[in-house]
């Protein structure tokens, strides 16, 4: 979880000789509340996050922003988008 309230995306890269690089791509700032977890499309277009802020965010990482967001009745512990990104699931 994250008590900032911000999602961040990092691009990693794994050279050839197995060495590991990691580097921040974009971070935003789309809850109110800890995330309690973050989950991306099988195509990496979208990333979904939800919180203790009662909602679950979908991020549009090619355009960094918010896709779209859903409030619910409680925290969203667990999200899962489906692999063909029609479906969200929420726990």
Same mark, same amino acid.
């Given at each position: 979880?994250?008590?900032? !309230? *911000?999602?961040? #995306?990092?691009?990693? *890269? =794994? +050279?050839?000789?197995?060495? @590991?690089?990691?580097?921040?791509?974009? $971070?935003?700032? %789309?809850? $109110?509340?800890? =995330?309690? !977890?973050?989950?991306?499309?099988? *195509?990496? +277009?979208? @990333?979904?996050?939800? !919180?203790?802020?009662?909602? #679950?965010? %979908?991020?549009?990482?090619?355009?960094?922003?918010? /896709?779209? =967001?859903?409030? #619910?009745?409680?925290?969203?512990?667990? @999200? @899962? %988008? $489906?692999?063909? !990104?029609?479906? %969200?699931?929420? /726990?």
């Amino acid at each position: 979880g994250n008590d900032d !309230s *911000t999602l961040r #995306i990092f691009n990693v *890269t =794994i +050279a050839k000789n197995s060495e @590991v690089s990691v580097q921040p791509l974009c $971070s935003a700032n %789309l809850h $109110s509340d800890w =995330i309690h !977890s973050v989950n991306m499309a099988a *195509t990496g +277009a979208l @990333v979904a996050s939800g !919180s203790d802020d009662n909602s #679950i965010s %979908l991020y549009d990482v090619k355009k960094q922003q918010r /896709a779209g =967001i859903v409030k #619910i009745f409680s925290g969203a512990f667990s @999200v @899962v %988008l $489906s692999p063909n !990104s029609n479906w %969200l699931f929420s /726990a």
